[in-house]
């Protein structure tokens, strides 16, 4: 094999991540509990709910937090606890 083969035979090996694709709404539904299910969905567009996300995680950070009745830091909280 000459190196351009073996590089992509290297590159052929790698997979990508199977991370579960799902949309903003899905991850708030199945991943928070209330009272954080509503407040995130309320805080958050419409036309964002549908927006495709890997985790929970991407999912909280569609909306801004610092702007949110909430606030920053209880977002934050939410996040760490759910992250672990």
Do not use: C
């Not at 083969?5 to 290297?10: E, I, M, P, T, V």
């Not at 995680?57 to 760490?80: C, I, R």
């Amino acid at each position: 094999m000459n190196e351009a083969q073996l590089l992509q035979a290297f590159y052929d090996d790698i997979k990508e991540p199977d991370y579960p694709e799902k949309s903003v709404g899905w991850w708030f539904n199945t991943g928070l509990q209330e009272p954080y299910r509503s407040q995130a969905i309320r805080n958050t567009k419409d036309e964002l709910l549908d927006t495709i996300r890997i985790s929970l995680g991407t999912a909280l950070n569609g909306f801004n937090w610092q702007g949110s009745p909430e606030g920053y830091e209880y977002w934050y909280k939410v996040l760490n606890r759910h992250d672990h």
